[in-house]
């Protein structure tokens, strides 16, 4: 590979990287191609990609990024999985592909800057995606008005059942 190639990579993962809000970096050692198609086909999903990287590319191309702070965690076999919209969904994947796996590993990860350990990436992807938080939220929400309609209606009930038992009585 020549300078120019190495340096097209570097580009290629510094971009993708800077758009990414979690970067996971994983130990994949002694997986077969067909594992790791499974995988990148898990992530993309997700709403993200997975690279196997030179370890000094992807230093350097982390570099200069928010995720710079796992840089030191590129030796022997790894690779990155990046997440761009939804960080939960790609620790998610991350962490169900790893289970399933016993050649696979997570080493660490970068959300938004702030280093993760194998333990943070595993809480994370246990966490409600974007969309079930959106959810719980709205139904929260809802659910103050739709009480206080419910109370409206249960305060003004006795005073009219009091009202037609009165006009019941009256034409009898």
């Known amino acids: 590979m020549n300078k120019s190639e190495k340096a097209a990579i570097i580009e290629q993962v510094r971009a993708k990287a800077a758009d990414a809000s979690i970067v996971v970096v994983t130990d994949f ?3 077969s191609v067909e594992e790791l198609t ?5 992530i993309r ?3 993200g990609e997975y690279y196997v990287v030179k370890n000094t590319l992807a230093r350097i191309a982390l570099s200069d990024t928010t995720h710079a702070v796992i840089s030191e965690n590129f030796k022997e076999n790894c ?3 990046l997440g761009f919209s939804d960080p939960v969904a790609v620790a998610k994947a991350v962490s169900d592909f790893a289970k399933d796996s016993k050649l696979f590993a997570i ?3 970068s959300l938004e800057g702030k280093a993760l350990s194998q333990a943070d990436v ?5 966490m409600p995606s974007k969309e079930q ?3 719980q939220a709205l ?6 008005p739709t009480g206080l309609v419910s109370l409206m209606a249960n305060m003004v009930r006795p005073l009219l059942y009091a009202l037609k038992d009165l006009e019941s009585k009256k034409a009898a």
């Open 29 to 31: 050692k002694g997986m």
């Open 38 to 42: 499974a995988l990148r086909v898990k």
């Open 45 to 47: 999903q997700a709403g």
């Open 79 to 81: 690779a990155i999985a």
């Open 107 to 109: 080493r660490c990860g």
């Open 122 to 126: 595993d809480a994370l992807a246990k």
């Open 133 to 135: 938080l959106i959810a």
């Open 139 to 144: 139904g929260t929400m809802n659910q103050v």
